[in-house]
């Protein structure tokens, strides 16, 4: 309307030049609201059978026939790249994150809810119901105390570059007829979680505040839940079978006690202790034969996590200092319960969907404690890909993918993928050994609907064959960087000696002083057979999927002999 009002005083005043006027004027109105970021309020209708809740949220009554439709307030967060939805009012959740150049969505979105477990002892108020989203829940594990209830929001920050919601809550909370085995009492915690939106960016940023309000140490458990279908249909979201989660982790400890057939999934893992296996096959989906429970082992130490949708090559990933939230927790319903379930069968409680969990400790049922008065904060991003099915590094800025292929054309494949589209960045790849010879080091116009490649063809330069580091750099055209990553290779890189073939040449990455992963670009069966440069066996496996881990002790320069099928080849590593 205020558009109108002053086309029309302008028309009045200009009124042989209106055309070129109207012109200028919306070109600077439509270039300022597509940059702009925005807030607008909005009704969410969701389906769940009926039911009726006490006035503490115990179940007082459930239909297992009658399916409704209920309305949430909701607000909408959105820029040029992103839509949000939150509903405060229903446990502080991220609903819905639309990455707008695909026109998908990032997270599962659970199209009839069915309340579930109900008395069976597993949740605090003795049952529960799969909305979606990304959320919090504390201050008891199993989805704590808040996750369906409304929580106090304002927003703090409102401006065309960046909107923040606050969002918050303290536990006063007892629900008498909660299972025994939740027993952190009401804690008094006060927890505030912050959605922050900025223009230009595909990403979001998940703030949270945890504050001990009494004058003495309280136990409690904090986990963000994340349930994750990226580059789904908004309407139909769910995970395909042959998605991936991505997790730079070498060990997992699994409930096999409770599902022994994740035991058989994975190759225990020697010196780790009881149920720690080493993580391979349950990165991917399919080969989730029912519903388990895993966890990182023992922590989760890099910065990010995500799981990626083959099917088209999207992803999302949570990336966060992870000093603070050690935890990590996998779920799923298993992915063939999960693809055929019938969600408007009451008793099919299945959902097609990866869930991952984010927590100050490192199992559910192993409290975390603020000292007296303690108050300690972390902030999570949430950001989207497309066009990778690989991934060396993830950080706040955005992914990187370094793959090093054999071959008769030996060269260096670099993906980037970075979380402001349409601008400008530099990209350096460089060889370290007794000298830095730089291979590749030009700007680049980062895309909204693909990652961004270059190819690096080993001939194209005079390298002496010998150990080098490689290093892959990504900086702001000022000079600032915003992804490295480094892996060591050997030039001539290592192949079977079989003319012809394509060897599958894995990533090398190297997560600590002794332990790497081995990365490959399809999955397969494997055998490895790890010696020290003397010539001693120190280790050999059998591995299967696409990810291979390995640990040594002592420090050295170690050859990997990777057996596939009629091939054979080494990779070198070396621990310090």
Sequence with gaps: MTLIIIMNRLYSLFKFHIVPIVLILLFISCGTLYSQVTQR?????????????????????YSTTEIIEEEYPGIVLENEWVRLVILPDYGARILSFVYKPTGHEQFYINPVGAPYGIYEG?????????????????????????????????????????ISLKMEIQDTINYPGHPWKFDNGITGIRCTSTVILESGSTSFKLQHTLENTKAQLVSFEY?????????????????????????????????DDWWS??????????????????????????????????????????????????????????????????????????????????????????RPYIELWSGLSTQFFED??????????????????VGMDAYSTVNENGALSLEIMAGDDERFESTLFMNRPDSSFNYRLT??????????????????????????????????????????????????????????????????????????????IRHDAHSYSLQFSTPSSRSLFVYHINGQLIDQRQTHGSIARIRVETAGYYVVYVVEENRAFPVKIRCW
């Excluded at 963000?224 to 042959?242: K, M, R, V, Y």
């Excluded at 972390?378 to 989207?384: A, F, G, I």
């Excluded at 895309?447 to 750099?473: C, K, R, V, W």
Aim: hydrophobic share 35%; with cysteine; net charge negative.
């Design 41 to 61: 309020d909005t009704i969410i209708t969701w389906k769940h059978f009926n039911y009726q809740l006490s006035e503490d949220n115990g179940m007082d009554w």
């Design 223 to 255: 986990w963000t839940c994340t349930t994750l279908a990226p580059g789904s249909d908004p309407g139909n979201t769910f995970t395909p079978a042959n998605s991936e989660i991505i997790a730079p982790i070498e060990y997992v400890y699994l409930k």
């Design 122 to 162: 597993n949740f605090y108020y003795d049952w529960l119901m799969v909305f979606g989203g990304v959320f919090p829940t504390f201050p008891e594990p199993e989805h704590g105390k808040t996750w369906l209830l409304p929580w106090d929001w304002e927003f703090i920050e409102i401006g065309p570059a960046r």
């Design 261 to 350: 057939w994740m035991g058989n999934s994975e190759n225990p893992a020697p010196q780790q202790g009881n149920h720690v296996f080493t993580y391979d096959n349950l990165a991917l989906y399919e080969n989730w034969e029912d519903m388990g429970i895993a966890y990182a082992h023992p922590k989760l130490e890099e910065s990010y996590y995500g799981v990626v949708n083959h099917t088209n090559e999207e992803a999302v990933f949570r990336v966060s200092d992870n000093a603070t939230t050690p935890g990590m927790k996998f779920w799923t319903w298993g992915a063939q319960q999960g693809l055929n379930s019938d969600p408007e069968n009451f008793y099919d409680n299945a």
């Design 431 to 508: 060889l370290s050994g007794d000298a830095i010879l730089t291979l590749f080091d030009s700007d680049f116009l980062a895309e909204s609907e693909n990652s961004t490649q270059f190819t690096h063809l080993i001939s194209d330069f005079a390298i002496p064959d010998g150990d080098y580091m490689l290093e892959a750099t990504v900086s702001e055209p000022s000079g600032n960087e915003l992804i490295t990553f480094s892996t060591p290779v050997t030039l001539p890189i290592p192949a079977s000696g079989i003319p012809g073939q394509r060897i599958d040449m894995p990533l090398v």
């Design 368 to 385: 975390a404690s603020l000292a007296p008065l303690e108050t300690v904060s972390w902030t999570e991003t949430y950001l989207p890909t």
